[in-house]
């Protein structure tokens, strides 16, 4: 199989978006570019050059209306919980392809997968900081058991030579995690969403926890989206993304050392099912 190259993974996650707003147009549902593809928009007009992966957000209540709606003629939803015919351990959803790509290092899901698209869920969150820090201390320390337990749905056919494999099926043996996992995952999903978004002060992004707690921020930033331009087409984002945006990373406006310049996750490797003619 012939690997993508970094254009091709930025192209095919791009009519993954476009098919998404789509049907979020639609139907009428809200969400933002988020993170890193919020970052490009603002600073690039695009992909930030080096990354490989598109995230938005939405408010629990769109989002929950998202992943039992959405239809597509070319890509699939997966995300965990029930009416879902993807069997997976996430917190969020990801659109993905599984009819001209596949993921090779991509633990997060039974079925083979290829590029995709992060959908984050927001959720009300404590008013008091502290009492905000309390809850994240406490759920990152959950979500960071669930994370080996996706070691279930790494494959065999993976690795490279009988050793490796030999060395995987006995891991997987050992652990015998799958249920557990499961179960894990669930009550990890119905924690996070026990204060309904419209309800709160304060929203949070609490299904990947991988930037501490600075995410707190009041629900009437989701008040007033625009449109902003992305490589050819516009997307939703938040009027106020400069609040959001540095709270996490400071100072994006300035561009990182160039060797700190490389996909997020650039350990996975997209390729092509058919050599492309």
Known sequence: MKELTLKEIQDFSLDILKDVHRFCEKENIRYT??????????????FIPWDNDIDICMPRSDYERFIRTYKSEKYEIA?????????????????????????????????????????????????????????????????EKIIPKKIQFKRVTHCAGIKNKLKLFLKKLRKRNGLGGHRMQ?????????????????????????????????????????LLDFEDSQFYALKDYDTVL???????????????????????KFYWKKDKV
């Open 186 to 226: 669930k009550e990890y999903n119905e924690k996070i969403a026990q204060i309904p978004f419209e309800s709160a002060n304060f929203w949070s992004q609490l299904s990947v926890m991988d930037n501490g707690p600075v995410e707190h921020f009041p629900v009437n930033t989701f008040n007033e989206r625009i």
């Open 79 to 143: 995300f965990f919980g029930e009416g879902c015919k993807f069997d997976c351990l996430i917190a969020y959803a990801r659109v993905f392809d599984n009819k001209k790509t596949i993921a090779k290092n991509a633990h997060w899901i039974a079925e083979p997968a290829g590029v995709w698209i992060d959908i984050f869920p927001l959720d009300g969150v404590p008013d008091n900081f502290d009492d905000f820090k309390t809850l994240y201390s406490n759920l990152h320390d959950e979500w």
């Open 33 to 46: 570019l988020a993170y890193g593809t919020l970052i490009g928009a603002i600073r690039h007009h695009g």
């Open 246 to 268: 540095q709270a996490v990373y400071g100072d994006y406006m300035q561009l990182p050392p160039e060797s700190d310049r490389e996909p997020h996750q650039s350990f996975i």
